[in-house]
């Protein structure tokens, strides 16, 4: 809760500015106190005492959102996956594993075959 007593007027000159860092570098009320010069708990006080305030804020931040999925797509989003996800995303297992020349002869074999059995392929 803020201070009693402190109060902090938002023009309409500063929402505008607010609504634009949010849309530029995401909705992290810390930073935003600290871009508009207020501490934590009067952003706080400010932002229940201006709904409609709130609110343009939490859309900037879907805009920021969305621009920052949008740059990843144009990245490597399986890198970030693998990164951030790694029991989900973990290929090393699968890769280590994984012989294509068993699988060609695996598959020949089955192309080969009248039966609808799993045929086994020792490895060399």
Do not use: H, W
């Not at 909705?27 to 400010?46: C, E, H, M, Q, W």
């Not at 005492?49 to 343009?56: C, P």
């Not at 989003?77 to 090393?92: A, G, I």
């Amino acid at each position: 809760m803020a201070t009693p007593g402190v109060s902090f007027e938002i023009t309409d000159d500063i929402k505008t500015f607010a609504v634009k860092y949010v849309e530029e570098s995401g909705f992290y009320k810390n930073r935003l106190a600290d871009f508009l010069g207020i501490s934590r708990p009067t952003l706080d006080k400010v932002l229940e005492e201006n709904n409609d305030f709130f609110t343009s804020l939490k859309r900037a931040d879907a805009v920021f959102c969305k621009s920052l999925i949008d740059l990843v797509k144009k990245k490597n989003p399986s890198f970030l996956l693998k990164t951030k996800y790694r029991e989900e995303f973990d290929d090393s297992i699968r890769l280590s594993s994984y012989n294509p020349e068993e699988q060609i002869k695996k598959m020949v074999a089955l192309m080969d075959s009248d039966s609808d059995e799993e045929i086994i392929i020792a490895s060399d």
